[in-house]
Structures are given as structure tokens and as C-alpha cells.
């Protein structure tokens, strides 16, 4: 059974930092695409990153220089640092992963949520001005 766990969310003030964790369990990290996205009360969700089975990550332009994904593939683990944390960062962060030898596109393609079978229950992250 397939199953994605993020943590690491919650309150910080403004210009504060947060490590998410996604630790997947019943799946292997390698050959897919692995992404975050994010989801504010009332909008749709987006993409923050997508990385590929090398570790390349292509980020959205809001996490560009502030956040950054790493992946331990021994511990089957993702994560997003996420640093100078704005309060238009605040969302619910979801971590998902595709299937295996999926292509990897950039997280704001409109179709990129299609590319990911999996999908973790979310890390909620509240940043105070």
C-alpha cells in the first residue's frame, strides 16, 4: 500500500524558516517525479517544485530562491526547505509522487497535478506578518 506522509508544517512569523518532510512508504523515490504543491482555502492547487529521478528540481517562481527540495532516496524521504517565508506562503503543502518513468514537467504547467498518482494528507503551514 502506497503511502505518502508529510510533516514538518506549521506557525512561524515572517521571515522565518520551516522543513517539510514527505517520507513515502510502498513506493521507491526512484524513477518518478516527485513533487510539492500547495493549496490556500478557496484556490486551486499549485504546483511549488517538481523533481526528477536525477534530482533535478524546477521550481515556481514564488519558491525560487527561498525554498529548496532534497531527497534521500535511502530513507525514501523529500524535503522542502523553505526559508524568508512570506505570509502568501501560507497553504496546506502536499507532497506527490508519479508514477514510475513518468516524465517530469515544471510544476506550473496547468496539466501537472495529471502526472502524479500519489498524494500525501498535507502539512499545514501559517505564516505570521
Known amino acids: 500500500q502506497v503511502k505518502l506522509v508529510e510533516s514538518g508544517g506549521g506557525s512561524v512569523q515572517a521571515g522565518g524558516s520551516l522543513r517539510l518532510s514527505c517520507a513515502a512508504s510502498?513506493?521507491?523515490?526512484?524513477?518518478?517525479?516527485m513533487g510539492w504543491f500547495r493549496q490556500i482555502p478557496g484556490k486551486e492547487r499549485e504546483g511549488v517544485s517538481t523533481?526528477?529521478?536525477?534530482?533535478?528540481?524546477n521550481y515556481a517562481d514564488s519558491a525560487k530562491g527561498r525554498f529548496t527540495v532534497s531527497k534521500d532516496n535511502a530513507k525514501n524521504t523529500l524535503y522542502l526547505q523553505m526559508n524568508s517565508l512570506k505570509p502568501e506562503d501560507t497553504a496546506m503543502y502536499y507532497c506527490?509522487?508519479?508514477?514510475?518513468?513518468?516524465?517530469?514537467?515544471?510544476?506550473?504547467?496547468?496539466?501537472?497535478?495529471?502526472?502524479?498518482?500519489?498524494w500525501g494528507q498535507g502539512t499545514q503551514v501559517t505564516v505570521s506578518s
Open positions: 523533481t526528477d529521478n536525477n534530482g533535478s528540481t
Open positions: 510502498g513506493v521507491a523515490f526512484s524513477s518518478r517525479c
Open positions: 506527490a509522487a508519479s508514477p514510475r518513468f513518468a516524465r517530469c514537467p515544471r510544476p506550473t504547467l496547468p496539466s501537472v497535478e495529471a502526472t502524479f498518482r500519489y
